[in-house]
């Protein structure tokens, strides 16, 4: 054991953006990801069954894809969405499919055996990818349990009645 509580460079929890979360946190976080990860590569799947113009030559291009499309949506898409702000105030949000098109473009561009042909395709796709995606996710909670998002225990206190 190396001293601050490594062993061997590894640390014993895990850091994330809230503080210090045990082990067993951190790895229902990964499960909730890998189950997200999961459910958007049957949206895209779904997508290609349902349109046309949206080709995916099997289960995993349709995984990949879905990989790129999180990676680009973590990085690229709140860029876009600041940049296209007006356009986006002025068309009541729709213009958001048109990123969310653009985006599907571009991972199509780098994961051979998933193809989109044509821009109202990707538009489509994009439509049934987020439609899919928020239905599905819905009934994961953030740390990949499937069922209620959220549980709240009220007790009613002695004094007063209150409830806590």
């Not at 990818?129 to 009220?154: A, T």
Request: proline share 4%.
């Amino acid at each position: 054991m190396l001293p601050g509580g490594l062993f061997f460079g590894v640390p014993p929890c895990i850091i994330s953006t809230g503080g210090l979360e045990s082990a067993d946190e951190g790895s229902e976080t990964m499960k909730g990801i890998l189950i997200r990860w999961f459910i958007l590569t049957l949206a895209i799947l779904l997508s290609a069954y349902v349109i046309d113009g949206i080709i995916v030559t099997g289960f995993f291009p349709a995984l990949f894809a879905a990989a790129v499309l999180g990676i680009l949506n973590a990085f690229f898409r709140p860029v876009l969405l600041i940049l296209t702000l007006p356009v986006n105030i002025v068309t009541l949000g729709l213009f958001t499919f048109v990123i969310n098109a653009l985006l599907l473009k571009m991972a199509s561009g780098v994961i051979s055996g998933f193809d989109i042909h044509g821009f109202w395709a990707a538009v489509l796709g994009a439509l049934v990818i987020s439609v899919v995606s928020w239905f599905l996710n819905s009934f994961v909670s953030g740390q990949g349990r499937i069922g209620p998002n959220e549980v709240i225990d009220l007790k009613r206190r002695g004094d007063g009645g209150r409830w806590e």
